[in-house]
């Protein structure tokens, strides 16, 4: 089964930049199948990791940045892939 992990967080003003190196700065043990990170307008930053695994196993996730990179708490979800047809 594939397994994703969205983390999605929006920088503190004019602190875009610094959110954007500092997710792709985090290193996940063991390494996730595949990883992208994406920015987008309001200093959001989003990282999708892809796992070979079950639904409801232990993953390694990215952490919390400081509170004063970020404007709230990181948003977190997990998704199983399914195949049309």
Not at 25 to 39: I, S
Not at 69 to 78: D, G, P
């Amino acid at each position: 089964m594939t397994v994703a992990l969205m983390w999605e967080a929006r920088a503190a003003a004019g602190r875009g930049e610094d959110l954007l190196a500092w997710a792709r700065g985090q290193a996940l043990t063991p390494g996730p199948a595949r990883r992208e990170t994406f920015r987008a307008p309001q200093d959001r930053v989003l990282v999708i990791t892809w796992w070979d695994a079950p639904y409801d196993a232990p993953l390694p996730e990215l952490p919390e940045p400081d509170a004063e990179l970020v404007t709230r708490v990181v948003h977190r979800w997990r998704f199983e892939a399914v195949t049309d047809g």
